[in-house]
């Protein structure tokens, strides 16, 4: 598919505070890129997990605009 997940134990931090949007998790100058666990300095499953949940819901949640053409493409 199109859909892509990166993990990338021992991140090394180049900021002091990742660049993010924080109602979603998204990179500020890649709003289609989002961050969950390590790369947050999540420590600790627990708060991974609901960092992973809370940006499935919301590309669960965004609305999906496809074109006829695109739709058609899809559906093959």
Request: aromatic fraction near 8%; charge should be negative.
């Amino acid at each position: 598919g199109k859909d892509w997940g990166i993990y990338m134990p021992e991140v090394k931090y180049l900021a002091p505070e990742p660049l993010v949007n924080y109602d979603d998790l998204s990179l500020t100058r890649f709003p289609n890129i989002h961050f969950v666990g390590d790369a947050l300095s999540a420590r600790g499953i627990t708060v991974s997990g609901a960092q992973g949940t809370l940006v499935a819901e919301q590309l669960l949640n965004e609305p999906i605009v496809l074109s006829k053409k695109q739709l058609i493409e899809e559906m093959n």
